[in-house]
Structure formats: structure tokens, C-alpha cells
């Protein structure tokens, strides 16, 4: 028997997922333990421990058997957060002193006078400027001032920085000055880690390159030093494998690998969650998914398109600062079941301002005096006092909801009742219209997609949300509550990579591409081999970035796709009609026109490769017969149309075939299922629910 | 075309008809439904454009507007668009009989005459119907356009004398009729104008406002065309009960301001805005009257719609954030704009520059004046530069280039009680994206050499102005720059005792024997590598500069935003230690002193 094992640590919890090798329809085997902030490490070591027992193994066997062990957390973004990273230093090119302040103009609200500055990963005194200029072709105009930068080390030392970002105008197009930098600063600063801005974003422009570099140098010590505490442990404990980690690109890679560009571990939380969707969705014939991930404090909405989860690497913003790399692409909404429902100059608003766990919802009786969206639900009877909640850790209580609600009807001017209902109403209302934004940046109706509802309030509102949304079938995995973590056992180890060039679509130089591309191929041949996987186990998405000349967005596609990373036979003479044509084909689908006459130019060239390993097991269909379970028993709800007798069905009782009709609730164990009038709750194959619309 | 038409297009509208009872959480949901609809516009707009303005700049706006002309919906773009959609809207809305108005029609107007801004703003708009072909909402998405088809490439003609030397002016023309294209309309719009980029943008406009209005036909077959119109109504009433109970909170009275321009693009000097807000009850007026009305004055016009609209742009920074920006603001507020005064010119004047000033002054007059009321969120929303320095030349096949200067760069960001200023502009303009050195010079033949903040430039006080940048550009070919420089003379004021911002300066030919300072205008032949060098004015302090906290000084000078000796002579601090070795501190005790002396003196 060998195992491998996903691992997701969040803010509470840290869940687990065994993978058995062999097992075959099996489940996988979830497990959940506290969260140690202090050294995350710890707990992670806690889990193993009691997966290993439950296996019979002591944790040295168990580990000596895992084949993998795979890894996402949120260290990354828990630092930006906190602003608590690496004392950080820029050094940069003469003349851009600056551009860390301007920000390209960008300010989060226009209307509020009074935002605050993000606190200053580099303030001006740690960004020091070097006299040198490549320009756009890439030819150097004027040369490295090797002077100015032993300089630089020496004021960057003064100040203690700990850690040195570098980012030169027009590097990505020729690195030499900054890999020249990095040299000297080796030198002048020994042991003092260095981002360079054409290895971390090797495209333009130059404030999305330089932000992302000084981000990666704020995180990249104390990721790799994270990392580095979980590799010894995990070690001297008995794992002799890579540890693989999660990377916000939805692939996993090498610990070596992530240590060069930190940066790609920020985001990568939600990613996991994202990448189980897509493998559940699409092993049901579902290829075009909104992901709706609702937990206690935020509401994560993403989407798969043709069954994979696009990582798009463009004016990404997170904790105010801009990080370009490839990011699944998840917008959070601060509602949750902890989100807050208040009145604010007379109108009834929800969150974003969260109870969180502690003191949480007034319904957990410790101590929370403020109603919150898990409140509503158990004032409209779709969660109730008479089970276990949360896996059966505790009982809701209902002292206090009620007067809770009164209070804030009276502010405006109604009973209890009605302003639960409207605390219900309007975050669905919220949701709704954060997912029309995500979908509209994307250019997608929600309508001709299905939705999979996971997190643990996530199945309360999805199917209501569904039907505000035109969309018809909505999937609840039974996993749902854990899926993070069954992601990072999903997801592939992978690399993605770009390199930028600029061209007229219909003047390649086909030798400049094709030596870009087998520049990519290599490096990640290289990272895959020390991860244990030949170059021609790898699947490869050879793709180019192109827009119209003007426009700033280019469209990113696929030229050829091909197992092994030396397949470039597809760089011949018909590369610039078909890549021109493609162009044309995405543009028409994603803006509706495409312009006569106008050819378009080529911005940059990606490698996308993936090695396929194990996946749990996932499935669908519906050939089991079909039964209608009787009611474990009925309460009183309001499913929107008013309160009922609405039937109540234990999750856990429910087999494939089992269907369900609307307006009912479903009770699973970290979940709870509401089906809404017009709507059908059907327990496919494998013991998902799949939410159909009946009218 | 006429005074008389400015007043009917401002008049109040009446509230849409219908019986319908709404309650405040669906009127909420429905109007985050429409919101949501106008940023599916300008994110479809911005990703699809060609030119930089709109796609990097994002100088765009959506807008919602009601069958009564109201601003039913204001959107993400900058305010200063949001606030002047619906004059332009409103004109086409008188002609719907004539034009034969009717479902999936499109139309564009950009007349300044007519309810417009300036020509560049091109208003693409499109009316929604209900079931019963009842007209409810209009669709409104505005751009700037790189070209308007006048006498200089951009629109912006610095002698221009009237509205004709501009470019095309356009009422209100059809573009796309019950559907279908007008192809000859179409062609006359993209033959008007310099750029071949043009065209795509145009299309991109009209292709966004198509799915905006399939997007709102949704809504009303969702909630019913009565309950629709009832929310409107719903959000309108709030925000002028909003903004009416924020006035109440202010203290009665008259607040003055008046700002300078420093001279109208052909050198008369000290053109003067006026401003004098009343505040009488849950009633604020706001009054131009004193303001300038020479009417041989050249380039300082700015439009009827622009005056209102920078007005509301300036009240709406001074109020809650979270009150809904709509017709409710302007229902609140009396604006008061002389015939024939800078702030509201006779038809035909040219009214390109005058966005800029006297638009700004205008603007800045306002918070002047109303930091007397509301001093926690008073900082001027303006661009107080006289236009940026647009370098234009033809390539090779003959092919017009224009960089038009909206390079990254910091200017009057004006500090705030209790903040300094930061980033690089006032957050209104928070939107607009700055163009990047390795986008601007992969697509022009100019090297950026230089755009860092300037030490000292940022005007002293408790809160400090952000320090303005110098912009240093070398210009590989021969090429036709051109500027008009203002705010010298008259930089950004201080609010409450803090120190006016500083003034702007433009150098041509850097470094040559032929170096100049550009004064007034310039409209110069620049030979391959000429450098020229923009100063921009840094923004105002608020509240007195010997108040500020010595230890913010102390990091300010350790970050080269303000130098040793300016601590000294401007905040009265002395510091002790040296920049070199980062070990500068307060002298407490020596600061006190100093203090004192200024204090007395």
C-alpha cells in the first residue's frame, strides 16, 4: 500500500486527504485538526500522526509509504496580511524611483477622500536607483554603473534590509543588468536573498514586474524558511519524497521550485478548492462551472471554463499590492454565514464586518451579540437547534436570535421575521451581483453554465442563487466541505511560464519563438526531473499572448498541445495564419467583433506543462434506480415563499438514485442542503447531489 | 443651442411614473442589479478598445440614465464623467420624436452646445423599453476619444476660436437603427478622424452599450418595468434625503473661495473663478457668480454640463462615501452658473481645454470653500496641470503617432486632515490608469529618462502635500510637441493654514543651448533627441506646517520627500545625525525653540 497525502492549513483548520493507492471506488479518507499559527508545521505534524494511526503505521512507516505529499497554505498571504515580511530593498533604474508610490495611478475607492496609503513594502529610502537603460528592442543604452550598485548594497545594508528585489526597465526583454546586480549584491551583501524582475515576471510593464518582485522579496524569506522547517521535519520523520506545493497557478510544484519565486504561493488557497471543482464537474460532464466556495467570513467565486480553471497572470491586486504570476482567478466577497447584519443610515446592510469564529454568530452561544447571515438561516428555519452542527462539535442555540432581529426590524421598521428574511434576500442579492462582475470580466453568462456550490454555508444559497443567475443544474459534491484539501490531491504538478516578445502577427521570426519556447521546455524539464518526472511524461500547452495593435489586454490561447516538451514541429510557416486566425475566433467570442483588415501583433509566448499523477477517484451519471426517500421529519421554514412544513432529509441516509423535491432540506454532515420550490435535489452514481430547476 | 436650452436641459425632472410600492431592500437589489450592468459596460469597454486612454487611462464612464433624463445610475469610471452623462442624454431624449427613437437603436453625441463636455467625450447611448414599448432606462457609456477631427491631432487646438476649429460636433446621431447598423453613419464618424484605431473603439463602444441594454431588458422582465422605475425613484429620493441631511449638519452660512487661473492660452493673465456656497438649512447653493466673463478670453471655456458636473465631482468628495451618486445629489444642490461667464459660455465658444481650466478652478474653488464645513474630506479633485505635453510625429509609412503624456506621475494630491497626500492623484481620478515607460516606448520614438518625485515640492503643512514628479523625455525623431502651462503662478491651494502646492514648470530642448522655459504655450517643431522636462506641481498641505509632528518630519526627510533645511525654515524642526548614515533624529529641545520664535514672529 502506498498513500499520498493533501494538505490545506487554514485560518481554523487544518484538513487532510488520504489518498490510498489501489482503492478502488473508494472514499477518500478526510481528517481535520486545529491550526497551529505559531509554526504551522506543528500542526501539520499532528495530522500525519493520527492519518499514520489510523492506518495502524507509526508515522516513520506511514511517511516511508507516502508517494507524495502535497501542500497549500496560506503563509504567503497571511504575511500580507499582517505586513509583517522581510526588511525590503529595491533597487532599480535611474529615473524610477517612484513607481512603487504611484502605483500607476491607481487608488482603491474614488469617492472616499480619507483612504488611507498602503503601508510601504519599500519606503523611498530603501528604493535606490543605479545609472543603466535597456530599451524596448533590448539593446543596452547605457551601461551598468557597477559603482552605484556596491553603492546601493552598502545604504541597503545600513538600513538592514533583509531582502533585495531588483527591478531594471526593459529586464524582461534583456536580464543581463539585473543578472549582473545580482552578482554584486551576492558580493556586497552575502546571504541576503535576490528577486530579479525578469525571473519573477518576465513581461511588461514595468510597475506590474517591479511590484511583484518586491512582493516576492517581502515573502520570500520567511515562505522559504516555512518551507524549509516543514521539509526538515518531515524528513527526520521518514518522508524521503519531494514535497510538492500548491501553487496559485492550480499546479503544484517542487519545494525547490516554488523556493525560487515565493510569489507563486499567494492565492494559492483557494486554488485547490477550484481545481477539485473542475476534476468533480468535469467527470460528470460538466465542463463550464461557477464555483461558489461560501464559508464564515467570505464568499470565493471563480470559474472553470471547458473544464479547466484558467490561471490569468494581469492586473492581479491582493492586499493592495499588484502581483502579475498566474493566479486562478478567485474574487472574494466578504459575505459569510459570520457576516454581520446591520442598518447603516437606514438601510439594512451584510458585512462585510464578520463575527468570525470567535465570538461568531449570536447562534453559537459564545458570546456574539450581533446578527449574522447563520442567524438568519436559523430564524428562517433553514438550520435548526435540534442537531449537531459542524460535524456534530455543537448545537446552535436560539437564545437571543430572535430578540437579535427585533432590534434591527425596528430600525426599520418591521418585525423580526421579516428582517431575517431580508438579511437572507440581500446577501443573496450581494452574491448574485459579485458573480454578474466576476462573469462579465470574463465575458461569460452565468446562464450556460452549471454551479457547484461548496464551503460550509456555500449549499444553503446556492440553488436561490442559481435561479437569480438563469442557471439551471447547480452540484453539490458531498466532499464539498473539505475540497481545498482534495484539490491539492487533484491538482497536477505543473509549470507555467512566459516569456515576452513583441511582433507583428504576420512577421514572426519563427527561430526567436521557437528559441523562447525551448528556453521554457528546458527549464521546466530540469524542475520536473528533480521532482522525479521525465520530460516526456509531461503534457505541454504551447501558447502565445496577442492583441489588436492599441490594445492593452491581450487574449492568451493555445497553439498546440502535445505530450513531452520537445514537440515543436507546430513553429513552421502556417504558425502565423493559424495563430492570426485563432486570434480572430477568440477575440469575436470574448468582445463580439473582430476587426477587418487589422493584423494583429504577438505580446508573448507561455509554456504551460503538467505531469498527470493519481487523482482521487470522482465520477457521475445516474443509472441507479430512482427512489423518493420519506422525510426523516418536517419544521417549519421559509424557503422564500413564506414558512411551511418543509420536509427535512438526513444526508448521510441518502442513496444514489435518491431524489428529492423541493422546497426540503437536506442535513449533511458540515453542510446543509437547501432545495427551493421549483427545485429538484438528485444523489447521483457516486453520492453527489445535483440541484435541478424544475420550472 | 442657447442659454434657454442649458436651463431646460438642467431643469428638475419629475420622479418616473408609476403606483408601484417598493421596499427599500428590493430597490437596493435592483439597484446593485443596474450597477452591476454599467461595470459589465466599462470592463467590456476597456478590454476590447485600441487606444491607451481607454484601455490603459481608463477614461470611460457608464452611466444609467431614466426616461426622464435623470441620472438614475452613475458608474465606475471618474466622476468627473459620471456627473456630466446626462445632459447629453437628455437632449437626445427631446428629439425622440423626430429621430424616430425605437428598440435596439444606438446613438452618440459629443456636443458641447448640446449638453456635452468636450468633443472628445463621445456619449454612446441606447433606450431600453418595457414590454408595453414604454421607454424606461437609457444606456450611456462615454470615452475620450484620442481625435475629434480638427485642426490639431487630439482635439485640443490652443488658438482654436470657436467650436468648428475643434473638430466634429454631433447632437445627437443615430448609429445603429432597430438593430442594425448604419454603415454611412458609421463611415462620416471614422472618415472625422485622424486615428485608424478609431473604428475599433467606436465599435467597441456601441458592441458594449448592445449587451448593456440586453443586460437591463433582463432586469426589467425580471422585476417588472413599474417595480424598475419605482427603484429608481427609490435611490433617487434617498440620495438627496442623504446629501440634504449631510447639509443640515453644516454650519449655516456664506463660504467664499476664489481661484486664478494664471492665463488663457493666448496670455491675458489671472482669469478668476468665483465660488460662494451657501448653506441655508438642508440647502447648499452653490454660486459663480464674480466668475470671469471677458468674452475676448481664449481657452478657458468650459462647457455648461462640465461646470455642473466638476461642481458635483468636488460636493461629492465632501460627503459620505457610501451615499449612491445619482440625479438625488443634483436635486439637493442649487448651481447657480451666470450666462455668459467662463463657467457657462455662449454657444460656438471652443471648449476643448477648458476641461481642464478653467473646469479645475472651478472645481477647487468648491473645496476651498466648503473646508470652512466639512474639513475632514476636503482635497481638491483636479488636475491642475494646463495639459499634458502630447508629442506627435508620423512614422515611416506617413502613419500619425501621438503619445499624449499621461505618463506615471505624481501631481496635486493635496493632503486631507489627518493624512497626508499619496499616491499620484486625488482619488477621484483613482481610476485612470498611467501610461508605462515599456508601453509607451515600444509603440513611440521616445525614451523616458526620468519621472521621479522632487524633494520639497509637496506644500508644507500639519498634513503634508504629495511632492510632485519631473517628467524627463528624450524624443528620438523629429516630432511637433505641444503645452499650455498654467498653475505657476497659481499652484493648488493650502487648506486651513497649509502651504499652496508648488508651481508647475516646462522645460523644451533640456541641456541645449536653445533650452527655454514654456511660459505660456508651446506648439514647437522638436528635432531628434530634444529632451523636455515637465515639473508637475506637487499637492497643498492642510493645517499649519509648525504643527506637524517633528518624527514625520524626521521621515520624511529620510525619504528625501522634504530636505533638512526645509524642515528647518518650513515645520521649525531640527534634526540632529546625518541622511547619509540614516541616523537622523528630532532635537527636541532645539525644535521647541525654534517653534516658539516662529510661532512669535
Redesign the interface.
Known amino acids: 500500500m502506498s498513500y499520498r497525502v493533501g494538505i490545506d492549513i487554514g485560518g481554523t483548520f487544518t484538513d487532510f486527504a488520504l489518498l490510498k493507492d489501489g482503492l478502488k471506488d473508494g472514499q477518500v479518507i478526510l481528517h481535520k485538526n486545529l491550526s497551529t499559527p505559531q509554526d504551522r508545521s506543528i500542526g501539520v505534524m499532528e495530522g500525519l500522526e493520527t492519518l499514520a494511526g489510523k492506518e495502524g503505521l507509526s508515522l516513520g512507516a506511514f511517511l516511508a509509504r507516502c508517494e507524495a505529499i502535497v501542500h497549500g497554505t496560506t503563509v504567503a498571504d497571511n504575511i500580507l496580511i499582517e505586513m509583517d515580511g522581510a526588511v525590503t530593498g529595491l533597487i532599480t533604474t535611474q529615473g524610477f524611483r517612484d513607481e512603487m508610490e504611484y502605483r500607476r495611478g491607481y487608488k482603491e475607492s474614488i469617492w472616499d477622500v480619507r483612504l488611507e496609503p498602503p503601508i510601504p513594502i519599500v519606503p523611498r529610502r530603501r528604493r535606490l536607483t543605479v545609472p543603466e537603460r535597456v530599451l524596448a528592442d533590448g539593446s543596452v543604452h547605457e551601461a551598468l554603473d557597477e559603482a552605484a550598485v556596491r553603492e546601493a548594497c552598502t545604504r541597503l545594508r545600513k538600513q538592514g534590509v533583509e531582502s533585495v528585489a531588483v527591478g531594471l526597465i526593459f529586464a524582461h526583454v534583456n536580464g543581463d543588468h539585473e543578472d549582473r546586480v545580482a552578482q554584486i549584491v551576492a558580493e556586497e551583501m552575502p546571504g541576503i536573498p535576490v528577486s530579479l524582475g525578469h525571473r519573477i515576471l518576465s513581461r511588461a510593464p514595468e510597475y506590474d514586474r517591479i511590484s511583484t518582485t518586491v512582493v516576492n522579496a517581502y515573502v520570500a524569506p520567511r515562505v522559504n524558511a516555512y518551507l524549509e522547517r516543514l521539509v526538515s521535519r518531515l524528513a527526520e520523520a521518514g518522508y524521503a519524497r519531494q514535497l510538492m506545493v500548491m501553487q496559485a497557478s492550480g499546479g503544484v510544484m517542487t519545494r525547490a521550485y516554488i523556493e525560487a519565486a515565493p510569489i507563486r504561493l499567494l492565492a494559492s488557497g483557494p486554488a485547490g478548492g477550484v481545481i477539485a471543482s473542475a476534476r468533480t464537474g468535469g467527470a460528470k460532464g460538466y465542463r463550464n462551472l461557477l464555483c461558489v466556495d461560501m464559508g464564515g467570513t467570505s464568499y470565493d467565486m471563480s470559474v472553470v471554463r471547458d473544464g479547466a480553471a484558467p490561471a490569468e497572470a494581469g492586473w492581479n491586486m491582493h492586499h493592495r499590492y499588484l502581483v502579475g504570476v498566474p493566479m486562478v482567478q478567485v474574487e472574494t466577497l466578504g459575505a459569510g454565514g459570520g457576516s454581520i447584519c446591520h442598518v447603516d443610515k437606514g438601510e439594512l446592510k451584510v458585512g462585510p464586518a464578520s463575527a468570525g469564529a470567535a465570538p461568531g454568530p449570536i447562534c453559537y452561544g459564545r458570546g456574539g451579540l450581533r446578527p449574522t447571515v447563520t442567524d438568519a438561516l436559523l430564524m428562517l428555519g433553514i438550520l435548526s437547534t435540534g442537531e449537531g452542527f459542524a460535524g456534530g462539535s455543537f448545537r446552535l442555540r436560539d437564545e437571543g436570535v430572535a430578540e437579535a432581529f427585533a432590534a434591527l426590524g425596528a430600525e426599520l421598521g418591521y418585525d423580526a421575521q421579516q428582517a431575517a428574511f431580508d438579511c437572507w434576500r440581500l446577501v443573496n442579492a450581494n452574491m448574485t451581483q459579485a458573480v454578474r462582475r466576476t462573469t462579465a470580466a470574463k465575458g461569460m453568462d452565468p446562464a450556460d453554465m452549471v454551479m457547484l456550490a461548496y464551503g460550509g454555508n456555500g449549499p444553503a444559497f446556492a440553488a436561490i442563487q442559481a435561479q437569480e443567475l438563469g442557471i439551471g443544474q447547480v452540484l453539490v459534491p458531498r466532499a464539498s466541505p473539505t475540497f481545498s484539501a482534495l484539490g491539492t490531491l487533484v491538482a497536477h504538478p505543473a509549470i507555467d511560464e512566459e516569456r515576452s516578445c513583441s511582433a507583428r502577427a504576420d512577421a514572426l521570426d519563427l527561430d526567436r519563438l521557437r528559441g523562447l519556447w525551448v528556453d521554457l521546455a528546458a527549464n521546466a524539464a530540469a524542475h520536473f526531473a528533480e521532482a522525479g518526472f521525465a520530460a516526456d511524461a509531461a503534457q505541454a500547452r504551447w501558447r502565445v499572448a496577442m492583441r489588436y495593435a492599441g490594445q492593452n489586454w491581450a487574449l492568451t490561447f493555445d497553439l498546440h498541445e502535445g505530450r513531452g516538451l520537445d514537440d515543436l514541429g507546430f513553429v513552421d510557416d502556417t504558425l502565423s495564419a493559424r495563430a492570426i486566425a485563432a486570434f480572430n475566433a477568440r477575440h469575436l467570442a470574448e468582445y463580439g467583433h473582430v476587426r477587418d483588415g487589422e493584423v494583429p501583433e504577438i505580446t508573448g509566448v507561455r509554456l504551460t506543462a503538467q505531469v498527470e499523477t493519481p487523482m482521487p477517484p470522482a465520477g457521475g451519471g445516474f443509472t441507479a434506480p430512482v427512489v423518493e426517500p420519506a422525510p426523516h421529519g418536517y419544521r417549519r421554514a421559509n424557503l422564500g415563499d413564506g414558512f411551511a412544513d418543509v420536509a427535512i432529509h438526513k444526508g448521510p441516509d441518502l442513496i444514489p438514485g435518491a431524489r428529492i423535491t423541493g422546497p426540503a432540506i437536506i442535513e449533511e454532515i458540515f453542510t446543509t442542503i437547501a432545495v427551493y420550490p421549483g427545485w429538484q435535489a438528485r444523489v447521483d452514481d457516486v453520492g453527489d447531489y445535483l440541484l435541478v430547476r424544475q420550472s | 443651442m442657447s442659454f434657454a436650452l442649458n436651463a431646460r436641459l438642467a431643469a428638475r425632472r419629475p420622479p418616473l411614473p408609476t403606483a408601484t410600492a417598493i421596499?427599500?431592500?428590493t430597490a437596493?437589489?435592483i439597484r446593485?442589479?443596474l450597477?452591476?450592468v454599467c461595470?459589465?459596460a466599462t470592463?467590456?469597454l476597456?478590454?476590447?478598445?485600441?487606444?491607451?486612454i481607454i484601455?490603459?487611462s481608463n477614461e470611460r464612464n457608464a452611466a444609467i440614465v431614466d426616461a426622464h433624463g435623470r441620472l438614475a445610475m452613475g458608474s465606475i469610471g471618474?466622476?468627473h464623467l459620471t456627473f456630466v452623462s446626462q445632459l447629453t442624454v437628455r437632449y437626445g431624449l427631446m428629439q425622440q420624436q423626430d429621430y424616430d427613437w425605437g428598440p435596439g437603436d444606438v446613438f452618440v453625441g459629443n456636443d458641447p452646445d448640446y449638453g456635452g463636455g468636450h468633443l472628445p467625450d463621445y456619449n454612446v447611448y441606447a433606450p431600453v423599453y418595457d414590454a408595453a414599448g414604454e421607454l424606461v432606462l437609457v444606456q450611456a457609456l462615454q470615452a475620450h476619444q484620442g481625435d475629434t477631427g480638427g485642426k490639431d491631432p487630439g482635439g485640443f487646438t490652443l488658438d482654436a476660436t470657436d467650436i468648428f476649429t475643434e473638430g466634429l460636433a454631433i447632437p445627437c446621431l443615430k448609429l445603429v437603427h432597430r438593430g442594425e447598423k448604419r454603415r454611412d453613419a458609421i463611415h462620416l464618424l471614422e472618415r472625422n478622424n485622424r486615428f485608424p484605431?478609431f473604428?475599433?473603439d467606436l465599435?467597441?463602444m456601441i458592441?458594449a452599450v448592445e449587451?448593456a441594454t440586453v443586460s437591463i431588458r433582463a432586469i426589467l422582465d425580471k422585476w417588472g418595468a413599474d417595480m424598475v422605475r419605482a427603484a429608481v425613484n427609490h435611490a433617487i429620493d434617498?440620495s438627496e434625503r442623504?446629501m440634504r441631511a449631510t447639509v443640515s449638519a453644516w454650519r449655516d452660512g456664506r463660504y467664499d473661495a476664489t481661484v486664478h487661473i494664471d492665463h488663457d492660452t493666448m496670455g491675458t493673465k489671472d482669469i478668476r473663478v468665483q465660488v460662494g456656497c451657501t448653506v441655508a438649512g438642508d440647502q447648499l447653493t452653490v454660486d459663480l457668480s464674480g466668475t470671469d466673463d471677458r468674452q475676448d478670453l481664449v481657452g478657458v471655456w468650459n462647457t455648461f454640463a462640465n461646470s455642473r458636473g466638476y461642481i458635483m465631482t468636488q460636493i461629492?468628495?465632501?460627503i459620505?462615501?457610501?451615499i449612491v451618486?445619482n440625479e438625488g445629489l443634483f436635486n439637493a444642490v442649487e448651481i447657480i452658473l451666470p450666462e455668459g461667464c467662463i463657467a457657462h459660455p455662449a454657444p460656438n465658444r471652443p471648449a476643448a481645454l477648458g476641461s481642464f481650466h478653467p473646469a479645475c478652478e472651478i472645481t477647487e474653488a468648491v473645496c476651498v470653500a466648503l473646508s470652512q464645513v466639512a474639513p475632514?474630506?476636503?482635497?481638491p479633485?483636479v488636475y491642475k496641470i494646463g495639459m499634458p505635453n502630447a508629442v506627435i510625429g508620423f512614422d515611416a509609412t506617413g502613419q500619425m503617432w501621438m503619445d499624449q503624456g499621461v505618463d506615471?506621475?505624481?501631481m496635486d494630491v493635496s493632503a486631507?486632515q489627518?493624512?497626508?497626500g499619496?499616491?499620484?492623484?486625488?482619488?477621484?481620478?483613482?481610476?485612470?490608469?498611467?501610461s508605462?515607460?515599456?508601453?509607451g516606448?515600444?509603440r513611440f520614438p521616445v525614451?523616458?529618462?526620468?519621472?521621479?518625485?522632487v524633494t520639497d515640492s509637496g506644500g508644507a503643512g500639519q498634513w503634508r502635500g504629495m511632492p510632485g514628479?519631473r517628467n524627463?523625455k528624450r524624443i528620438l525623431e523629429p516630432a511637433m510637441a505641444m503645452a499650455w502651462m498654467v498653475s505657476h503662478d497659481h499652484p493648488i491651494s493650502g487648506l486651513a493654514g497649509g502651504a499652496d502646492g508648488t508651481p508647475y514648470l516646462n522645460h523644451f530642448q533640456v541641456g541645449t543651448p536653445d533650452e527655454y522655459r514654456v511660459e505660456l504655450t508651446a506648439r514647437a517643431q522638436l528635432p531628434a533627441g530634444a529632451v523636455i522636462a515637465y515639473q508637475h506641481g506637487g499637492g497643498a498641505g492642510f493645517g499649519p506646517a509648525l504643527r506637524r509632528d517633528p518624527q514625520a518630519v524626521c521621515e520624511d526627510v529620510?525619504?528625501?520627500?522634504v530636505s533638512i533645511a526645509a524642515a528647518r525654515d518650513l515645520y521649525g524642526v531640527v534634526l540632529t545625525g546625518s541622511l547619509e548614515?540614516?541616523s537622523l533624529a528630532v532635537d527636541p529641545a532645539a525644535t521647541a525653540a525654534l517653534r516658539g520664535e516662529r510661532i512669535a514672529a
Open positions: 421596499d427599500p431592500v437596493s437589489i446593485g442589479a450597477e452591476t461595470h459589465e470592463t467590456h476597456g478590454r476590447a478598445a485600441s487606444s491607451p484601455n490603459q471618474t466622476p484605431s473604428a475599433g465599435a467597441a458592441g449587451k434617498q442623504q461629492a468628495a465632501s459620505d462615501p457610501d451618486k475632514d474630506r476636503s482635497a479633485q506615471c506621475r505624481s486631507v489627518g493624512i497626508d499619496w499616491g499620484s492623484c486625488p482619488v477621484s481620478l483613482g481610476n485612470l490608469l498611467l508605462q515607460a515599456e508601453d516606448e515600444a525614451i523616458n529618462i526620468s519621472r521621479e518625485l514628479s524627463v529620510l525619504d528625501e520627500l548614515d540614516y
